[in-house]
C-alpha cells in the first residue's frame, strides 16, 4: 500500500512539473519590449496548405534587442509569413524587404506594461489553479486508499508531502511572475 502512496506522488510531481513548464511556455510568448525569437512561436504560417509553425519554415533570430529578423527558407513564402504575423495578436508591423521579414520591437508604454503584467499574473494563476487541482486530484485518492484499507497515518503522510510539493512548485511559479515583472517593468 505504501507503494500506491508513491506512485500517486510520482505522479503528482509529474503532474505539477508539466503545469510550471506550461505556464513558463505562456509567460515567454508575452512581450517584454526586448526582441526574442520565442515571441513568435505561437505564429502559425499557411504552408502548402497545412499550418506550419514559423520556425519550421524560417529562421528567427534577433540581430539586436529591439529587431526580430524572419529569413524564409523558400522565398515563395514570404507573403503568406507576413500575413501571419500581421494576423496574430501580437501588435507588430513586419517590414518585408523581399527576402527577409523584420519586426522592430517598440519600447513598451506604462500602460501597456501594466497590461502585460495582468496577462502575467493571469497566466501565473492559471498555472497555480491546475498545479491545486492536481494536489485535489491526489488528495481524493488518496482518501479512497483508506477506504481500501491504508492506514490513516499513512495518508496523512501523503498528504503533507503532496501539500510540501503544491507549495513548491507554486513558490517556483511566482519566482517565474517576478522575473518576468522585473523584465517588463525594466525600461
Known amino acids: 500500500m505504501q507503494e500506491d502512496i508513491s506512485l500517486h506522488l510520482d505522479d503528482a510531481e509529474d503532474h505539477m512539473q508539466k503545469s510550471l513548464h506550461h505556464t513558463e511556455e505562456e509567460l515567454r510568448k508575452i512581450r517584454a519590449g526586448k526582441a526574442s525569437p520565442a515571441m513568435l512561436d505561437g505564429v502559425m504560417v499557411e504552408y502548402y496548405g497545412a499550418p506550419t509553425p514559423i520556425n519550421q519554415v524560417a529562421s528567427v533570430n534577433t540581430p539586436d534587442a529591439r529587431t526580430i529578423m524572419v529569413k524564409p527558407w523558400e522565398k515563395t513564402i514570404l507573403a503568406e509569413i507576413e500575413k501571419a504575423i500581421m494576423n496574430s495578436d ?47 486530484d491526489v488528495n481524493d485518492a488518496l482518501k479512497q486508499l483508506q477506504k481500501e484499507g491504508v492506514s490513516e497515518d499513512e495518508v496523512k503522510r501523503g498528504e503533507a508531502e503532496v501539500q510540501s510539493l503544491t507549495d513548491s512548485y507554486i513558490k517556483k511559479i511566482d519566482d517565474l511572475v517576478a522575473a518576468k515583472e522585473n523584465d517588463i517593468m525594466t525600461v
Open 90 to 136: 501580437l501588435g507588430l508591423n513586419p517590414v518585408n524587404d523581399g527576402e527577409t521579414i523584420r519586426l522592430n520591437i517598440p519600447t513598451l508604454t506604462e500602460e501597456r506594461r501594466k497590461q502585460l503584467m495582468k496577462q502575467v499574473r493571469s497566466e501565473a494563476e492559471h498555472g497555480k489553479v491546475s498545479i491545486r487541482n492536481v494536489r485535489k
